[in-house]
């Protein structure tokens, strides 16, 4: 099982956000968390990653801890945590980083097919301080993207995306799943999850 959430409570002081969640996903599937806004589908991707720690339950991601040290992280990429870069290093620049980093090589046309996929080939030498939003949604996809990894954990990718782009990012992922990899991701938008072929699990705020 890639990942394996059982029991899941998430309470923030005296609010339960998440009550008794369970979730299984297995090696080379797509699910898609689905639900209304403050249903706790970033919580409960946050709680996958390691980056938060459920108030009550079990999270195992290929058998072992969630964000358990380095190892955790060569399998998993993630958009979860908040982005950040390096100033004066431009687009290509951090894309090459991470390559590089991850033990790839940065001229095998991963990078350039990435940057076709996310329309940033005319943005490889701009700053990511001068990029927007809607631009700077998609360096943070291609740096994520980049790595090689066994799972995906992204929070509504989808967002800030036109349609041509996400549809390119759909069928990436697509692909990515095909190949394999496993995919949790929280969305909003019918049509992507529809492109990736992610299954749904719906969230629910918990009665109180
Ligand atoms: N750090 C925090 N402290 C207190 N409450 C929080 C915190 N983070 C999230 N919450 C609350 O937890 C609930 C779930 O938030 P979460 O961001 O997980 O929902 P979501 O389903 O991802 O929402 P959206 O669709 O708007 O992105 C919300 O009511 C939110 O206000």
Not at 16 to 21: A, E, R
Not at 102 to 113: A, F, L, M, Y
């Amino acid at each position: 099982m890639a990942v394996d959430v059982r029991q899941v409570t998430v309470r923030y002081g005296s609010t339960l956000v998440l009550d008794g969640i369970d979730l299984r996903i297995p090696e080379g599937a797509a699910v898609a968390l689905v639900g209304e806004n403050g249903s706790g589908k970033s919580t409960l991707l946050r709680c996958v990653t390691g980056l938060q720690e459920p108030s009550a339950g079990d999270i195992s991601v290929f058998g072992t801890a969630p964000g358990c040290g380095a190892t955790f992280w060569r399998h998993v990429a993630t958009t979860v945590e908040s982005p950040s870069w390096y100033q004066g290093l431009t687009v290509r620049e951090h894309l090459d980083l991470v390559r590089v980093v991850n033990g790839g090589d940065p001229g095998d046309g991963h990078i350039d097919e990435l940057c076709v996929t996310l329309g940033l080939i005319g943005l490889c030498d701009s700053l990511p301080s001068t990029l927007s939003s809607g631009q700077r949604q998609r360096f943070l996809l291609a740096a994520t993207l980049v790595r090689p990894s066994r799972l995906l954990v992204l929070d509504e990718p989808e967002q800030r995306l036109d349609t041509r782009i996400k549809g390119a990012i759909a069928a990436h992922l697509r692909m990515y799943v095909q190949a394999g990899g496993t995919l949790v991701m929280a969305s909003h938008d019918d049509g992507f999850r529809a492109g990736v072929g992610a299954g749904e699990v719906v969230l629910t705020r918990p009665e109180v």
